[in-house]
């Protein structure tokens, strides 16, 4: 099983084409689909998380390629600094998954990384800096 976390860039002329339900249908992946951008006849953008066999992600990702559709594979993290947190919730009204929340009845803040699509809008808005990047192996191909 493979579990990957990838950012598809559309070229205008394939943004109309079903490539999710090929990706579901012909390569039996489970699609989870995070943010997406995507205009007709317009170049678009769609943040999935992409689970399925190895052989199977693997056809589909040489698929996708033909296509002439982009792959970026996420491989980013976002760690949190609880030492640094100071709970102010700024960050939670921003983030755009819940991966950043109040707890009741404490009222704490907690991140739950397993929501965390990579959008980074929670480092702009931390006034502590509790928020940081950190990049492994970012493969852009
Ligand atoms: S990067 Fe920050 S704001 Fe974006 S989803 Fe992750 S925790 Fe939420
Ligand atoms: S914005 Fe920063 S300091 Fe405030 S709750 Fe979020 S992580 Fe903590």
Same mark, same amino acid.
């Given at each position: 099983?493979?579990?990957?976390?990838?950012?598809?860039?559309?070229?205008? =002329?394939?943004?109309?084409?079903?490539?999710? @339900? =090929?990706?579901?249908?012909?390569?039996?992946?489970?699609? #989870?689909?995070?943010?997406?951008?995507? /205009?007709?006849?317009?170049?678009?953008?769609?943040?999935?998380?992409?689970?399925?066999?190895?052989? /199977? @992600? %693997?056809?589909?990702?040489?698929?996708?390629?033909? %296509?002439?559709?982009?792959?970026? /594979?996420?491989?980013?993290?976002?760690?949190?600094?609880?030492?640094?947190?100071? =709970? $102010?919730?700024?960050?939670?009204?921003?983030?755009?998954?819940?991966?950043?929340?109040?707890?009741?009845?404490?009222?704490?803040?907690?991140?739950?990384?397993?929501? $965390?699509?990579?959008?980074?809008?929670?480092?702009?808005? $931390?006034?502590?800096?509790?928020?940081?990047?950190?990049?492994? #192996?970012? #493969?852009?191909?």
């Amino acid at each position: 099983m493979i579990k990957q976390k990838i950012v598809l860039r559309f070229p205008p =002329h394939v943004v109309e084409q079903p490539t999710i @339900y =090929h990706l579901i249908k012909d390569f039996d992946l489970m699609v #989870n689909i995070l943010r997406a951008d995507i /205009n007709p006849k317009k170049e678009g953008r769609l943040m999935m998380e992409l689970s399925g066999s190895e052989s /199977n @992600y %693997q056809r589909a990702v040489e698929w996708l390629q033909e %296509q002439g559709l982009q792959i970026i /594979n996420l491989e980013q993290q976002i760690i949190w600094r609880s030492d640094l947190c100071t =709970h $102010c919730g700024a960050c939670t009204v921003i983030c755009p998954t819940e991966a950043l929340m109040f707890e009741r009845p404490a009222m704490t803040v907690r991140f739950a990384e397993e929501k $965390c699509i990579v959008c980074e809008l929670c480092l702009r808005a $931390c006034p502590a800096r509790a928020m940081e990047t950190l990049v492994e #192996n970012a #493969n852009f191909g």
